[in-house]
């Protein structure tokens, strides 16, 4: 089974995707990557993915829970280098990658995780936010 | 044919090579990364070999090839990740990679490539070449 590298570069885990994301490898990625970030402290995961000609609904499965894993762990996850042929038939699918963001390139992925920490830095408990929390209403 | 990404990260373009290099697939690496080279005027290339398991006569002249290329084009090389046990084998083989400068991981890779860049620019022509080492700027 081929492993893909998690290379770590200042506060960021950067991920190349090349090969094609089978069960396993999607796996082991997963916990490979979980084990890094709490091994390293890092706060951002970037995923580049210009490799990829294809992005069907395994890999968007995949990258989704990265994401979520990652945020549990208090990571932001970032999608970069997408080519504009995935992007339009992940969209002719239907797939959307809900709760992914994505980024051009890795730079920018890079700046916009920067970006997102300082303000989560500044307003830890989003308390700036400009709707007060909504009281819950109990169901009837 | 695949091909392998050439992500640019500040003044350095990252290559993680994760698939079985074969003729057309160096060449066409080489040619990419020539082109990034000019295209963008960075000045170092790191190149990640964390995911093969066997470096072999090829690869390392591949990687050579690649270093000497860069050097034309005015960028330096440095081969990060290299496994304990590729370093023992290539060793056995009487690899020694001549004229290729490695260092354990992406971080110190970018780092020697930063140091040696300073130390470029402030003794352009060699010619101070007793002076004390120039203290490492980290990159942003």
Redesign the interface.
């Known amino acids: 089974m081929?492993?893909?590298?998690i290379?770590?570069?200042?506060d960021i885990l950067?991920v190349?995707i090349?090969?094609d994301m089978e069960d396993q490898t999607a796996l082991q990625l997963q916990e490979d990557l979980a084990d890094r970030i709490v091994a390293t402290g890092c706060h951002g995961v970037v995923i580049?993915i210009?490799?990829l000609d294809i992005v069907d609904s395994f890999v968007g499965r995949t990258l989704a829970s990265i994401a979520s894993i990652s945020k549990v762990l208090d990571a932001d996850t970032v999608v970069v280098?997408m080519r504009p042929a995935v992007a339009i038939t992940l969209v002719e699918l239907g797939l959307s990658l809900p709760g992914i963001r994505t980024a051009l390139?890795?730079?920018l992925g890079?700046e916009l995780l920067a970006r997102q920490r300082s303000e989560d830095v500044d307003d830890p408990f989003g308390e700036d936010e400009d709707d007060p929390e909504t009281p819950v209403v109990p169901t009837p």
């Open positions: 081929e492993r893909v590298p290379l770590k570069i200042g950067l190349s090349q090969i580049d210009s490799a280098g390139n890795v730079e890079m």
